[in-house]
Each structure stands twice: as C-alpha cells, then as structure tokens.
C-alpha cells in the first residue's frame, strides 16, 4: 500500500491509525504557518473489555460505531481530524480552536458519551477517559499525540469517565466546572432529544372574552432517558449553543402541523409559537416559516409568532425586516411577556405586532396591586388603540379574571381556563367545551 494513501477505518469512518499520524503532521504545519493553536483529545472507553466479553464482538462493534456518531455530533465545525487508534480508543485533533473551546468540548464528549446506549434489548453504560494536550512551540506531531494519551491514562488511572489536560494546562476551579458541566450536560441531552423524538409541544388555550379559544401557544417539552428538562432551563442553552435554531425550526413545523390537524377535525385555531432571537437574525428563519406552512398545508392565518418585548425592541436591521416579512406573509405577531423589556413608546407604534401579551408578573399582583391594575389598564388601552388584540397572561384566580374583564382584555391565559395539555388532550378538552 503506497505511504500516502489515506485510509478510513470500515466501522467508524474515522482516519485509520496510520493515517492519523500523517494527517496529524499536515495539520501541524498549516497551523504553524499560521500561528493557529492545536488540541488533542485521545479518547479511550472504559470497560470496553468488558462490553466484549459479555455482550460479544458484534455489539462491541456496534458500541464503537455508536460511539463515533457521537463523537461526531458534537464535533465543531471546521477542518478537524478524526481518527481510530485501536479497538476503542479515539484521536480528535481540533484545528484553530483555543483552549476553552477544545476544554468545553472535551466535557461535551464526556456527558455525550456517557448517555445509554440501547443495543438490542440491552442497555450499555459507557464512559470514556479523556487526555487533553495543546500543542507547544516548537513542538511535533508526534509528540502532541503522545502527551494526549498520556494524560488520558491518568485520567483512567482515576477511575476514567473523566478529562485531564497535560501537565502544566491546569483546569479552572470547580465551580465554574460544574456550572459549564451542567450547561453541556444539558446541551447533551437536548441533542439526544432531537435524534431520539424526546423533543414535544404541549398547548395552552387563550380564552376570548366570549369564551371562544382565540389560540393555542405551544409550549416545549423535553424529555430524556426519563428525565425531564423545563424550557426555563433548556431554552437559554439552546439559545446559548446554536441548537436553538434546529429546535425552532422543530417546533414551528410540529405547531403548523398541529394547526392543520384542528382544521381537519373541524377546529380550525391558530397556533402560536414562540421564537427565540437566534433563529430571527438567521438567514434561515423565513424559508423555515415558509416551509412548515408549505409541509403542514396550512394559511399563514392559522399560525402566530410570540416574541419577547425586549426581542421585537431591539433596532437590529435583520430583525425589523424579517419581522415585516412575517406580517407581510400574513402569519400574526404577537410581543410576549409584555412589561419587562424596556419598550419606548414609539418603537411599539412603529411595531407591526397583531398581539399584546401582559407579562404574568402584573396579573400575578391582583387584584390588591393598584398600581399594577392602573398599567394593565393603561397598557390595554394602548394595545387596542394599536389595533393589537390584549392578552393577559398567568391568570390563576376568579379575582384576576373579575378585574382583567374590567381592565377589557380581549382574552385571557391561564391555569384558571386551562394547563399546557398534550395534542390530544387537548383535542378531548375542545370537544367538551362545546359538546359536539
Ligand atoms: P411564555 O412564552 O411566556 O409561556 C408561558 C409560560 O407560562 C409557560 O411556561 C406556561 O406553562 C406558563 N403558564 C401559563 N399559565 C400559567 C399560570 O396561570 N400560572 C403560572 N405560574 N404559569 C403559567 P413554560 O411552558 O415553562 O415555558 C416557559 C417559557 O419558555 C415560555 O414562556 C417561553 O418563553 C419559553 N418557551 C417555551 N417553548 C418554547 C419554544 O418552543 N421556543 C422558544 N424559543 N421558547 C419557548
Ligand atoms: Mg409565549
Ligand atoms: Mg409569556
């Protein structure tokens, strides 16, 4: 076989050995002339004996293909090197990439690899022990490789499932671990949300004063190995991490769908969906909204966008575009959690919102708060004076809704009427409420 041919291992895909250290060394010039930093992760499974001697080779096979793929999920992207050592050891060389991004994904590998893995009917619990070296001036492929396998053994001599960098590349302190650990830990789980259908929407009717459901909001649920994660905790790392935008795109085509499914059953309501930021400034976010009204078959009336008041205010360019788009398409906009953003009064006139929706910590004050009471009704006045249909959310209490009707909200969302319910509850509780 000639010295230069480059050759794939047949069960990951992965740079076989040989290869590794080739591509390795072309690595290690390019980032030399370009004074861009190198990181390597060797990457061994603990117990991997084991796993074959009780579950046999095929599943051990299995096991390292599996593993791969999650290796390769959560890769950066760029031009980084992948590559099998041995039976169940991984090299990662990340090219470009700074240590607290080689660190944050070395801990990404570890609670990525960390989660069960179903093979036939049995559950496999894997781990990995992780050396992490970055490359010194002046020094060569080789020995980076080798300083990274180093250190990984130490990692395995403390009882593996752990990271360790090479002497002299200290982590930080605990705590801000374990607060990083936790944010990966989650990102982690949102992945396998999205590749194993953990991922669901409830809905939340809003009640018109006439008592018709103006709308449902769909709400997002994730669920993981039997563990659940509330939006509070997951949005602002999908945020955080770029998931959001394959989140968003997910929950606007499952909303959408939902929406042609009341219309089919004789229902027709419209959906609203809540929109993060990152997917407003995307060159994306249109032809996804396109899409899932295209896929779903449905009018742009039957679908709503719920943004936060401090998202729609700011005077980012793409945003105001994209926003003008949106009505321009026909889908409604309403500006959520009204009262907590910082809105001037004359970007909200300049707003093309359709909907108003009172932030749950004025209503949550009534009816003893005056002072709340007086700027839910001023801000209702206003609303409708806009032309935007007023929304009052967290409504809890018979008081609230007594008050809220005189304050003239046009609907109301709330526990009182109804909880986020699964698509076919909900179907049920629509049925009940006008006994068909
Ligand atoms: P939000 O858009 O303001 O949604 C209303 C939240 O208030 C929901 O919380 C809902 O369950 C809760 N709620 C409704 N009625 C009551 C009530 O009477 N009392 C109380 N205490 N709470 C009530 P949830 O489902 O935990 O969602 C939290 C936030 O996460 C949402 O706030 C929204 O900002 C965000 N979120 C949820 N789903 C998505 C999504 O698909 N995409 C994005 N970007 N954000 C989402
Ligand atoms: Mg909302
Ligand atoms: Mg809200």
């Given at each position: 076989m000639p010295d230069t041919l480059t050759v794939f291992d047949p069960i990951t895909g992965f740079l076989d050995r040989r290869s590794c250290l080739r591509a390795a060394q072309g690595m290690l010039a390019a980032a030399e002339s370009s004074r861009q930093p190198l990181a390597?992760?060797?990457?061994?499974?603990d117990r991997f004996r084991q796993i074959n001697a009780s579950f046999g080779h095929a599943a051990g096979d299995e096991v390292i293909a599996r593993v791969a793929g999650r290796i390769r999920m959560v890769l950066p992207s760029g031009g980084h090197l992948l590559a099998r050592m041995g039976s169940d050891e991984f090299v990662v060389v990340l090219s470009g990439e700074d240590r607290p991004v080689a660190e944050a994904f070395g801990r990404l590998l570890l609670v990525t690899i960390e989660q069960p893995l179903g093979i036939d009917e049995i559950l496999i619990h894997p781990s990995a022990s992780i050396g992490l070296a970055l490359l010194r001036a002046g020094e060569d492929a080789l020995s980076l490789l080798e300083r990274a396998d180093q250190v990984m053994g130490e990692a395995k001599h403390q009882?593996?499932?752990?990271?360790?960098?090479?002497?002299?590349?200290?982590?930080?302190?605990?705590?801000?671990?374990?607060?990083?650990?936790?944010?990966?830990?989650?990102?982690?789980?949102?992945?396998?949300a999205l590749d194993s259908a953990g991922l669901?929407?409830?809905?939340?009717?809003?009640?018109?004063?006439?008592?018709?459901?103006?709308?449902?909001?769909a709400l997002m649920r994730c669920k993981v190995f039997g563990r659940k994660l509330t939006p509070d905790r997951f949005i602002p790392v999908a945020e955080k991490s770029g998931l959001i935008?394959?989140?968003?795109?997910?929950?606007?085509?499952?909303?959408?769908r939902f929406a042609a499914r009341l219309r089919d059953e004789g229902r027709p309501t419209k959906v609203a969906i809540n929109v993060s930021?990152?997917?407003?400034?995307?060159?994306?976010?249109?032809?996804?909204?396109h899409g899932a009204l295209a896929c779903a078959n449905i009018g742009p009336e039957l679908l709503e966008l719920e943004l936060t008041e401090s998202l729609v205010m700011a005077l980012d360019e793409v945003v105001q575009d994209n926003l003008r788009r949106v009505r321009e398409a026909g889908v409604g906009l309403a500006i959520d959690d009204f009262g907590t953003g910082f809105s001037s009064l004359s970007s909200l006139k300049d707003l093309p919102a359709t909907k108003l929706k009172l932030d749950r910590s004025f209503i949550r004050v009534l009816p003893e708060d005056r002072r709340a009471l007086a700027v839910v009704k001023a801000a209702t006045r206003m609303g409708?004076?806009?032309?935007?249909?007023?929304?009052?959310?967290?409504?809890?209490?018979?008081?609230?809704?007594?008050?809220?009707?005189?304050?003239?909200?046009?609907?109301?969302?709330?526990?009182?009427?109804?909880?986020?319910?699964?698509?076919?509850?909900?179907?049920?509780?629509?049925?009940?409420?006008?006994?068909?």
């Open positions: 390597a992760l060797w990457i061994d499974l009882g593996g499932g752990r990271l360790e960098m090479a002497a002299g590349e200290v982590l930080p302190g605990y705590r801000g671990v374990s607060l990083a650990r936790e944010e990966l830990a989650i990102e982690a789980d949102l992945h396998a669901s929407l409830e809905f939340q009717p809003i009640v018109s004063r006439d008592g018709r459901v103006e709308a449902v909001e935008i394959r989140v968003g795109e997910w929950s606007l085509l499952q909303g959408a930021r990152a997917q407003l400034t995307s060159p994306e976010f249109l032809p996804a909204l409708r004076e806009l032309g935007m249909v007023v929304v009052a959310e967290g409504v809890e209490t018979e008081a609230q809704q007594r008050v809220l009707n005189d304050a003239n909200v046009d609907a109301m969302q709330g526990f009182l009427l109804a909880r986020p319910m699964p698509e076919d509850v909900l179907m049920d509780w629509l049925k009940l409420r006008n006994n068909p």
